[in-house]
């Protein structure tokens, strides 16, 4: 209970929670589409989910100053590749926050004369490009615990048992290839959080894309995708050693 009150207590909580009713709501929308005896439940999953939205809007108003503190912070980052990763990720994400928060201000008669559609699919094209970018750091980080696992003398004694107790496989599939997938499992299982934000990254990808056009789905796998992506950042906000550094 304490865990749970500390939760909520932060914005960054209850946004997670909203995000995760959001996506429910356009999942549940999404199943029940076709189904007469549920019209007046649609129309009330449509108001919870406009809700959610108009509220995450609002939590997010003072997203922008922590982006573009959060990309001054990774300029002094060490390493080159997460540097540019992060510090690219995060003033896409500061870009995209600008847009969503035009288009908040436009929603409630705040601003007028903009192109509504623009500035839309602008935000989505910075969301896009911050995603590719967090995906690139956790490709990279995974390559960098592969290498260093690979390394591991009591790993090599593990892969080589994996592949003796394992022949008829070995034969079917290329024995490095089988060895590539073994390390790239057992490295994910080592390094949890690696692996959840990998997951989150990759299913908020299916949101821009379908936005963009590039890659069209329809809105049951937009919904379920961004369910799977918050219900990951409750957990990453609930248990922080599960939540990827840098």
Not at 132 to 138: E, G, I, K, T
């Amino acid at each position: 209970m304490e865990s749970f009150i500390k939760f909520s207590n932060q914005s960054q909580g209850r946004d997670r929670i909203f995000r995760a009713t959001q996506y429910a709501c356009a999942l549940a929308k999404y199943l029940l589409r076709n189904d007469p005896a549920r019209k007046a439940l649609l129309v009330k999953l449509r108001s919870l989910e406009s809700n959610m939205s108009s509220g995450r809007k609002l939590f997010r108003l003072g997203n922008t100053v922590n982006s573009i503190d959060a990309a001054k912070r990774t300029l002094y980052l060490s390493d080159p590749v997460l540097r540019l990763c992060l510090t690219v990720a995060n003033v896409s994400r500061a870009l995209y926050f600008i847009c969503d928060n035009v288009l908040w201000a436009k929603n409630i008669g705040l601003i007028k004369g903009i192109d509504k559609d623009r500035w839309s699919l602008n935000a989505s094209r910075y969301y896009f490009v911050s995603l590719l970018m967090n995906l690139a750091r956790d490709a990279y980080v995974m390559a960098q615990l592969m290498v260093q696992k690979s390394r591991e003398r009591q790993f090599q004694q593990k892969v080589n048992q994996h592949l003796n107790d394992s022949p008829d496989v070995a034969c079917v599939i290329i024995p490095q290839l089988d060895a590539f997938l073994f390390l790239f499992i057992e490295s994910l299982r080592s390094h949890p959080a690696v692996a959840l934000d990998m997951l989150k990254n990759a299913c908020d990808l299916f949101i821009p894309l379908d936005k963009l056009g590039i890659y069209q789905t329809n809105a049951g796998i937009v919904g379920m995708c961004g369910l799977v992506s918050s219900l990951i950042g409750i957990l990453s906000v609930l248990k922080p050693n599960l939540k990827i550094k840098p």
